[in-house]
T-cell receptor
Framework: TQLLEQSPQFLSIQEGENLTVYCNSS?????LQWYRQEPGEGPVLLVT?????EVKKLKRLTFQFGDARKDSSLHITAAQPGDTGLYLC?????????????FGSGTQLTVLP | DSGVTQTPKHLITATGQRVTLRCSPR?????VYWYQQSLDQGLQFLIH???????AKGNILERFSAQQFPDLHSELNLSSLELGDSALYFC?????????????FGNGTRLTVT
């Protein structure tokens, strides 16, 4: 059972379209991160959100952390082929002094030119 | 380039064998994390070391072990390999253990058990 559920699992859109990817959980996280992973490479951190209701923007990407810190969304405006990749959300579970990130199953985004 | 180096890039071995995966963290990073990524399980946390000491264990099998050496590089040992162990194994490093310290992932080792 995945602690973090991401939807949709796959998304294929045309260049210029907007899209939203969701990350949901029944657990409360102290922080949530979004990563993008391209084939043959490791995940690369895009953003960390910490406060419930927080909104962060990274160029055409807008990240929101739910008020209850159980869910998050990633909105991409005017998608480009370069946005293609596997988008992963990851929530931090506090475990004493150690940090353990739990990753969602990912959304595979394909942006067609 | 994340600055995290993983070797080898690819590894093909037979069931029952033992392999060692190596990770060199970014210069200055004290924390090393190991993750397993498979198609059906996604990215699963295995184990975390900080400055040579084990800090947290996740879904790591008893057949797997890891250590972090004084020079901060880390090795993940996988023994009595099974077909289901075929996966991408990622190492990540960070300066500290808090959430303000982002993870930097290597490009992974693809393990194929035949």
């Amino acid at each position: 059972t995945q602690l973090l559920e991401q939807s949709p699992q796959f998304l294929s859109i045309q260049e210029g379209e907007n899209l939203t990817v969701y990350c949901n959980s029944s657990s409360v996280f102290s922080s949530l991160q979004w990563y993008r992973q391209e084939p043959g490479e490791g995940p690369v951190l895009l953003v960390t959100v910490v406060t419930g209701g927080e909104v962060k923007k990274l160029k055409r990407l807008t990240f929101q952390f739910g008020d209850a810190r159980k869910d998050s969304s990633l909105h991409i405006t005017a998608a480009q082929p370069g946005d293609t990749g596997l988008y992963l959300c990851a929530g931090q579970i506090s475990s004493g002094s150690a940090r353990q990130l739990t990753f969602g199953s990912g959304t595979q985004l394909t942006v067609l030119p | 380039d994340s600055g995290v180096t993983q070797t080898p890039k690819h590894l093909i071995t037979a069931t029952g064998q033992r392999v060692t995966l190596r990770c060199s963290p970014r210069s200055g990073d004290l924390s090393v994390y190991w993750y397993q990524q498979s198609l059906d399980q996604g990215l699963q946390f295995l184990i975390h070391y900080y400055n040579g000491e084990e800090r947290a264990k996740g879904n790591i099998l008893e057949r797997f072990s890891a250590q972090q050496f004084p020079d901060l590089h880390s090795e993940l040992n996988l023994s009595s390999l099974e077909l289901g162990d075929s996966a991408l194994y990622f190492c990540a490093s960070s300066v500290r253990t808090g959430f303000n310290s982002p993870l930097h992932f290597g490009n992974g080792t693809r393990l194929t058990v035949t």
